[in-house]
């Protein structure tokens, strides 16, 4: 990136894209994660982990808060090891850590013509790689994951447009507490969209088509978010647990006293 905005780039290129530094980086969203959030945790059931086979992808989420970029980038490396993460940043933003160009973070100018056709070419660019994962975030600014209808910006649909294969797979986030000190950073899946299964979908079919499937995959979350059931999760992330203080310290020595193995979480999830 230069003084002037994003450095062009042929229509078919993404950025290059460094392992070494990606291995660095995610070495410390891992650490935070776990600092940050009791369980990084992925909803169970038939989309739990969307099969990908060789189909270039985008994944879509809602935009809760300010760590969506950190669990995308996790979720990713676990569930998809062999794929490069990318998907656009505001190029402000990324002016202030320019080793993020080299992991798959492309500057974009929001609200503007250029920033646009930026971010349709890396899209199309994305859709032409099957060893890349395009993550947006889909309402382009921070939404309540609970507020409903579910609407998205037209991003989505236009990268989608011309295509001919692919797969569009919709993501729900959202970062509840539960019983402990710290959130829980809940994730999932909706079933994948083949963009072959529907060649002359217009744009605006699209968007509503994928706005409804995001709404769908918020509203299963939002469920299994309140019923704070562990068990209905897989456990990607765990973090941090109790208090800490003099106040875990009076439970360790109870639990020695009792002659029982202390379990500093207040749900006893340690012991399920």
Known sequence: MNARGPSPLPEHAL????????????????RYL???FHALRLLRGPAEHPELGTAPVIFYSNHPGWWDPLVFLAIGELLYPDRMIYGPIDATALGKYRFME???????????????????????????RADVIFWITAQG???????????IRPGVAHAIEGRTDGLVVPLAVEY?????RFPEALAAFGPALRIADAPGRSTDEWDAVLATALEATQDRLAAAARRRDPAAFRTLISGRVGVGGVYDLVRRSGAWLRGERFDASHGGEARQ
Request: glycine share 12%.
């Open 102 to 128: 080299r992991i798959g973070f492309i500057g974009i100018e929001p609200g503007t013509w250029r920033g646009s056709a930026r971010f349709l070419r890396m899209a199309k660019a994305a859709g032409r």
């Open 15 to 30: 950025p290059p894209f460094s392992r070494g530094l990606n291995g660095w980086f995610m070495f410390y969203v891992r």
């Open 141 to 151: 600014e921070f939404v309540d994951p609970r507020e409903r209808p579910v609407t």
């Open 176 to 180: 509840p507490f539960w019983t402990e």
């Open 34 to 36: 776990r600092r940050h």
